[in-house]
């Protein structure tokens, strides 16, 4: 399964969860629904400063070439591929969601899981 397309500059992060931490983060928690295949409810705040919920398909966390730390997923119920700049997310919400990838997570080391 091929994974969302890595823009030019743009770095694929597999993020890992530190162990010793004793409570979730907002990454753990977008993590865990992306490596269970769960939807996302994302609180976030666009660069217009506007606030949208949005719901998601989680697949990806990349840095950019300014460093910046961007969500990859897609939107339901468009479909449409998105990135979200992660210090505008102000809360993520698991749902009971379930979904069929449509690319690979790269949460995931071994995207063939």
């Not at 269970?36 to 919920?53: A, F, H, P, S």
């Not at 910046?68 to 700049?85: D, M, N, S």
Request: net charge positive.
């Amino acid at each position: 399964m091929a994974s969302i397309p890595v823009k030019a500059g743009e770095q694929v992060s597999i993020w890992r969860r530190n162990m010793g931490t004793p409570q979730m983060s907002m990454l753990d928690l977008i993590r865990f629904a992306a490596v269970n295949r769960l939807c996302v409810e994302l609180d976030y705040r666009k660069e217009t400063g506007v606030r949208k919920t949005y719901l998601i398909e989680p697949y990806s966390l990349r840095v950019t070439a300014d460093n910046h730390l961007i969500l990859y997923g897609v939107k339901l119920p468009a479909a449409e591929t998105r990135q979200f700049q992660i210090d505008r997310i102000l809360s993520a919400t698991v749902t009971e969601n379930a979904f069929i990838p449509r690319y690979s997570v790269d949460f995931i080391p071994d995207s063939s899981v």
